[in-house]
């Protein structure tokens, strides 16, 4: 195990880089937002950090190379995409309230909140780079976790015990369903069959296709504040304010090992790209870096 010292007060996010060995680290500091690259090679200590807008409601992409964020300037806000490696960024110019931000897990389309997420806020996809919209859906409401579907034409939307799932392609139906529950997080697998809601202290694995709930994953203590798939999809990371991360098959719902890491509740989680490696990071911006094969 190896921790890694980010001088952040809250980590929001965590991303392993496939370019380069190293850890993308989006975290808050009183007012201020940033994003931190530390890398993970043996005897490096230097990490580079990047200060973004305040208020930014940052997104960071899964390969750990970009980074999104809202520049208000004169009550007016634009979406900002930020390369971490090439340092090129990429402007849409003036969308309204902007609020949330996630990235396509392909990384090269960024999902933007119009609004406060209530009854007349929208969603836009945006294809970094290109200087036009792709499309924007209306009347999206009170979205509290979002996740994007592998095939970056569709977004999944927890609103209160409402799972709605919002096409942005002609070909590709929508969807919404009550589930009975307030979703806080989500996240889709690999394979976009799964899609793990977050509840409380406990998680479920829909099937966002049906709109049936396939399993129940219970042994939480406390709030669960992250989730993470294996790049395979077939085991689900799960943290929270309980202080442990517990790792759990996909297919029958068991718990696999419970790992109690010193560190405050785990508000982020992260594996590498090869699924060897896994990272935490806390509420009071601690970040712990462990390979799964032997720990």
């Known amino acids: 195990m190896r921790s890694i010292t980010t001088g952040f007060d809250y980590i929001l996010d965590l991303a392993f880089q496939v370019d380069a060995p190293a850890l993308a680290i989006l975290g808050e500091s009183g007012r201020d937002q940033a994003c931190r690259v530390a890398p993970l090679n043996e005897g490096t200590m230097d990490t580079r950090l990047i200060m973004l807008a305040r208020r930014g409601n940052p997104a960071l992409s899964a390969n750990g190379r970009r980074v999104a964020f809202i520049d208000w300037q004169y009550n007016q806000s634009n979406p900002v995409c930020l390369d971490l490696i090439s340092d090129q960024r990429d402007r849409l110019d003036w969308i309204s309230d902007s609020g949330r931000l996630i990235f396509s897990p392909d990384c090269k389309n960024l999902f933007i909140v119009e609004g406060d997420s209530g009854p007349r806020s929208a969603v836009i996809r945006w294809s970094i780079g290109a200087d036009s919209m792709l499309r924007r859906v209306p009347s999206v409401s009170y979205m509290f976790g979002m996740a994007a579907h592998p095939d970056g034409r569709r977004l999944a939307c927890c609103n209160i015990e409402r799972l709605d799932i919002v096409s942005f392609s002609p070909d590709v139906d929508s969807g919404q369903w009550h589930i009975g529950l307030n979703a806080s997080d ?41 989730m993470a798939f294996t790049p395979d999809g077939r085991r689900l990371a799960t943290a929270g304010s309980d202080h442990c991360v517990k790792l ?9 090992r419970t790992y109690r890491w010193p560190i405050n509740g785990i508000s982020a989680l992260a594996f590498s790209h090869d699924g060897l490696t896994a990272a935490a990071g806390s509420n009071t911006g601690d970040v712990l870096i462990w390979d799964m094969d032997h720990d």
């Open 248 to 256: 759990w098959n996909v297919a029958d719902g068991r718990l696999l």
């Open 186 to 226: 989500a996240k889709f697998a690999c394979d976009g069959k799964t899609l793990a809601l977050a509840a409380g202290s406990n998680v479920v694995l829909w099937d966002p296709q049906s709109g049936q709930q396939r399993l129940a994953l219970i042994g939480h203590e406390d709030r669960v504040m992250a």
